[in-house]
């Protein structure tokens, strides 16, 4: 019973945190990436919380004592919407690889472009490549890391 109560306030609190966080996020449109990215990272954080508290969802990240001092490229199996949060909890400042489709969400999608990722037609073929190539360097250059969900 428990469980189950907990994954209904988890999801509740999903659909309802997204317009709100989106919302505050849309605000700091006119401020430097940081900001918005600060604000997307308070909701990572809130979520994962409560993944612990009320799913008993938690995890622990070892080796990142590993990671190079410059911004690298990270390919991630995408298996769940987990490791799409999870991972802006474990990676330095980065951006994402992602398909153009999701930038069309209201709220989300809105916040997404204002972090600048690099969405592509997944139609696109040799396009694509050569945007996420392209794209890809100006954002490492930037210092960023770049997310790829191959």
């Known amino acids: 019973m428990r469980q189950w109560l907990g994954s209904i306030l988890f999801t509740l609190y999903m659909f309802l945190s997204v317009p709100i966080y989106g919302a505050v996020a849309l ?4 401020l430097p990436r940081r900001y918005i990215y ?17 799913c008993r969802l938690d995890y ?3 080796g990142r004592e590993h990671l190079p001092a410059r911004a690298g490229i990270v390919l991630l ?3 769940s919407a987990w490791e799409t949060l999870a991972q802006l909890k474990i990676f330095p ?18 916040v997404l472009w204002r972090l600048k990722p690099i969405a592509i037609d997944r139609r696109g073929g040799s ?24």
């Not at 396009?127 to 191959?150: E, Y």
């Open 77 to 79: 199996k995408h298996s």
């Open 38 to 54: 600060g604000v997307a990272i308070a909701w990572v954080d809130s979520v994962l919380w409560l993944l612990r508290v009320l």
């Open 93 to 110: 400042p980065q951006t994402w690889v992602l398909k153009r489709e999701l930038m069309w969400v209201p709220v989300f999608g809105w």
């Open 60 to 62: 622990r990240v070892e």
């Open 27 to 30: 605000l700091t449109a006119p």
């Open 127 to 150: 396009s694509a490549v050569q945007q996420v190539l392209s794209q890809g360097h100006a954002q490492l250059a930037d210092g960023l890391w770049l997310m790829i969900f191959p």
